[in-house]
């Protein structure tokens, strides 16, 4: 009895829904009837494989370009968070600093 609810509040309501027929939604009637395709039909001109291949070519270069800035960048920041890393510990020389030794 503790799991029923007082009959004074509301249990919900229940909506009828219809179903629609196929001629309100503007189906036709045989489903299976090809469509009118004619506006997807390619003309008659030949494909243009060399621009194709050479869209490729741009494509895979600038896809290669942006790997390698990522890659770049990826290093970049791994090796500057190494050396703040080694200058917040309080160490001395944690970056190298080339001089180049001159003889008079």
């Not at 503007?26 to 004619?38: E, K, M, Q, S």
């Not at 494509?59 to 703040?84: E, F, H, P, S």
């Amino acid at each position: 009895m503790a799991d029923q609810p007082p009959q004074s509040e509301e249990q919900g309501r229940v909506l009828p829904f219809r179903h629609r027929r196929s001629d309100e939604l503007g189906v036709p009637d045989d489903p299976l009837a090809p469509d009118d395709l004619a506006q997807y039909q390619r003309d008659a001109e030949p494909d243009d494989y060399r621009h194709r291949m050479a869209m490729n070519v741009v494509a895979l270069v600038v896809i290669t370009g942006l790997v390698g800035a990522g890659l770049w960048l990826a290093t970049t920041m791994a090796d500057m968070r190494k050396n703040q890393d080694c200058v917040l510990s309080g160490r001395r020389g944690c970056t190298p600093v080339d001089i180049p030794h001159e003889r008079w």
